[in-house]
């Protein structure tokens, strides 16, 4: 999910703009709308995993395996175009990025057997794993104020309304292992086209080939706050990664829900009140962010562990809602932290870093637990294991925040809100 600013910095004088362009402000607001598309598309899948079980009949463990597939193509991908978009512009790399979305939306809607989403996943991974810098830092490019927020807002609100707009077509609408795909695809050609017609914000620079070496690296000076922010990163999307893969049959076993409807309303209830505290809480300070995300996520997975313990689905919800407002104040606070401190050409790269980790946390967690569930058979004991382990993360994010960050300020490193006062 993703990403505040780090400096304000003016567009370059000679940026290359074509006969028929969007404006600054639209390119902003069409950049946040690839970002929302782009991970609504990544969580639609979840209502539709209890549809593909029945159909061809799979385990906890494949539907975490195709889940994570996703996450680690998209690493992968990461770590190779991480950095191409401040060498090549990020036109070129959102275009092609948003065009094998298409491509993958078509292999979902013809989809016959598991192989065929996996292959799908991995198209996803690969889209989103080029694209993700690039959007990130296209919007800072546009508009550094408000692009910290939207670089928060937009990943959570596209996960929740993905989660909920495809649970509520399994629910209700004719063939929606089709009807999904398909609006996801008119949107993703759409966006293609509105980019075609965007000013590109960077200039070209040598280095694109070199670029693509791999190389997983922050700058000297974002390295503090990013041992700081690692755990609440890791804490926040773990439960992200568990919420997409495994909560549609947790809350079936438990609470004999539909599996499709409910688990989507669940993915949209978590990353909905993320959204939700990203914006009410952005005059907050990097430290105050982690800290209050710290302990959202842990008084948040200790009340999941009670809802499961006594089988209350309004508890259920409720300290979802609460484990989301951790999530999203902890992943805003941590990335804030760790950009304050990086220039304008480091943006992608930093991003990059966080993104890392972030899907990493994402993937092999619901992986590990999708495995212990399938060999024990124990889905309800495997989800109370998972909310402890995050309960361990949260206090030490709690800890490493405090004193991390205060370190940082010590050396009189300026928070990112001090350096956007500083340039208005």
């Known amino acids: 999910m993703t990403c505040p600013a780090a400096t304000v910095d003016a567009l370059p004088a000679s940026v290359s703009?074509?006969?028929?362009?969007?404006?600054?402000?639209?390119?902003?607001?069409?950049?946040?709308?690839?970002?929302?598309?782009?991970?609504?598309?990544?969580?639609?899948?979840?209502?539709?995993?209890?549809?593909?079980?029945?159909?061809?009949?799979?385990?906890?463990?494949?539907?975490?395996?195709?889940?994570?597939?996703?996450?680690?193509?998209?690493l992968a991908t990461l770590l190779v175009t991480g950095r191409l978009s401040d060498h090549i512009g990020r036109r070129p790399v959102v275009i092609a990025a948003a065009l094998l979305q298409l491509?993958?939306?078509?292999?979902?809607?013809?989809?016959d057997s598991v192989a065929a989403l996996y292959a799908g996943r991995i198209l996803q991974g690969i889209a989103t794993g080029a694209a993700v810098a690039a959007l990130g830092a296209g919007m800072l490019d546009f508009d550094p104020t408000r692009g910290t927020m939207a670089n928060a807002v937009a990943p959570a609100l596209?996960?929740?309304?993905?989660?909920?707009?495809?649970?509520?077509?399994?629910?209700?609408?004719?063939?929606?292992?089709?009807?999904?795909?398909?609006?996801?695809?008119?949107?993703?050609?759409?966006?293609?086209?509105?980019?075609w017609l965007?000013?590109?914000?960077?200039?070209?620079?040598?280095?694109?080939?070199?670029?693509?070496?791999?190389?997983?690296?922050?700058?000297?000076?974002?390295?503090?706050?990013?041992?700081?922010?690692?755990?609440?990163?890791?804490?926040?999307?773990?439960?992200?990664?568990?919420?997409?893969?495994?909560?549609p049959a947790?809350?079936?076993?438990?609470?004999?829900?539909?599996?499709?409807?409910?688990?989507?309303?669940?993915?949209?209830?978590?990353?909905?009140?993320?959204?939700?505290?990203?914006?009410?809480?952005?005059?907050?300070?990097?430290?105050?962010?982690?800290?209050?995300?710290?302990a959202a996520l842990l008084a948040g997975m200790a009340g999941v562990l009670a809802a499961l313990e006594v089988e209350s689905m309004a508890a259920f919800f409720a300290a979802t809602v609460l484990t989301g407002i951790g999530?999203?104040?902890?992943?805003?606070?941590?990335?804030?932290?760790?950009?304050?401190?990086?220039?304008?050409?480091?943006?992608?790269?930093?991003?990059?870093?966080?993104?890392?980790?972030?899907?990493?946390?994402?993937?092999?967690p619901a992986?590990?637990?999708?495995?212990?569930?399938?060999?024990?058979?124990?889905?309800?004991g495997t989800a109370i294991g998972f909310a402890a382990v995050v309960i361990a993360l949260a206090l030490l994010a709690t800890v490493r925040a405090t004193g991390a960050i205060s370190a940082l300020r010590a050396r009189k490193v300026p928070s990112l809100r001090t350096r956007r006062e500083r340039t208005a």
């Open 17 to 74: 703009r074509p006969r028929f362009t969007l404006s600054r402000p639209a390119s902003f607001l069409l950049l946040g709308s690839i970002t929302l598309s782009f991970l609504a598309g990544a969580s639609a899948p979840t209502p539709l995993y209890p549809v593909y079980q029945r159909l061809w009949g799979f385990s906890a463990i494949e539907v975490a395996a195709v889940f994570a597939s996703y996450a680690v193509v998209l």
């Open 103 to 111: 491509v993958a939306m078509g292999v979902f809607a013809a989809a």
């Open 158 to 195: 596209g996960t929740a309304t993905g989660a909920l707009l495809s649970g509520l077509m399994v629910r209700y609408l004719p063939q929606p292992t089709h009807l999904v795909y398909a609006l996801l695809a008119a949107v993703y050609l759409l966006q293609a086209v509105g980019v």
């Open 198 to 247: 965007m000013p590109e914000p960077v200039r070209r620079r040598p280095g694109a080939l070199a670029s693509l070496r791999p190389r997983l690296a922050a700058p000297q000076a974002t390295r503090g706050a990013l041992r700081a922010a690692v755990p609440i990163l890791v804490a926040g999307w773990s439960v992200a990664g568990f919420y997409a893969s495994l909560v």
């Open 250 to 294: 947790l809350v079936r076993k438990t609470f004999g829900l539909d599996a499709s409807l409910a688990g989507g309303v669940a993915l949209f209830m978590l990353a909905g009140s993320a959204a939700v505290a990203v914006v009410l809480l952005r005059k907050a300070s990097e430290q105050r962010l982690m800290t209050i995300g710290a």
């Open 327 to 364: 999530f999203g104040s902890g992943f805003q606070g941590g990335v804030r932290a760790v950009l304050a401190p990086a220039s304008a050409a480091e943006r992608a790269g930093v991003l990059a870093v966080v993104f890392v980790v972030s899907y990493l946390s994402m993937g092999l």
């Open 367 to 380: 992986v590990a637990a999708g495995f212990v569930a399938a060999r024990s058979g124990n889905l309800l």
